[in-house]
């Protein structure tokens, strides 16, 4: 799972536009679970993914946390004030956690923390299928990308909002952008 995480935040960052780098200037924990460790700087940011292995004993995986956090400090020791503010700790909890009450609330106190850097736990579902969503929450989000030619932006608008007559078929229609888009329609509204 752990790979799966490393590769979909890449190809997150990447979506977006991104660059994307194994970063060799943390210093890592040692120990057993290493492995499940990866740092990445993307674009200017610093992010720390790490994975949260067991059952989910809270002083455990406290003290994991309080363990990474200690590689942040490390890293931003070294850092410009501008480059510390861009730190993240990307944690992996258990598959299934994801409906896991208390792995939830544990999640919510580690995002809390707000020491060092900014935390965003992925509690997955058994199949691993909602690290979409999970990325949705993070600095990895691309709100402003929609599919071409989906309405749901222009359903947004509601009831109470007129639409003039062959803009929506303009707007949807996907293959107009910028100054040809605005043409089209100052074409339509002139042979109105």
């Known amino acids: 799972m752990f790979e799966l995480f490393c590769q979909a935040v890449q190809q997150a960052a990447q979506a977006r536009g991104s660059r ?31 994975a949260l292995h067991g059952p989910v004993q809270r002083d455990e995986v406290l003290a994991r946390v309080d363990a990474l956090l200690e590689s942040v ?7 410009t004030a501008a480059a510390a503010v ?30 060092m850097a900014r935390k965003h736990v992925w509690l997955p579902n058994a199949e691993g299928s909602n690290v979409k ?28 909002f007129a639409m003039p007559p062959g803009w929506s078929e303009i707007l949807l229609q996907g293959e107009l952008e910028g100054v040809e888009l605005v043409q089209a329609l100052l074409q339509l509204e002139r042979a109105a």
């Open 133 to 160: 969503e999970f990325l949705a929450a993070t600095f990895l989000a691309c709100p402003w990308q929609v599919e071409r030619g989906a309405d749901t932006a222009l359903a947004l608008l509601g009831d109470d």
């Open 73 to 79: 400090l490390a890293l931003r020791k070294g850092l």
């Open 86 to 115: 861009d730190l993240y700790l990307l944690l992996l909890a258990p598959e299934g956690s994801s409906t896991d009450p208390a792995w939830q609330a544990l999640a919510n106190e580690i995002e809390r923390d707000d020491r």
């Open 20 to 50: 994307v780098a194994l970063d060799a200037s943390w210093s890592l924990p040692s120990g057993p679970q290493q492995a499940s460790v990866c740092a990445l700087q993307i674009d200017q940011a610093r992010v720390l993914l790490a």
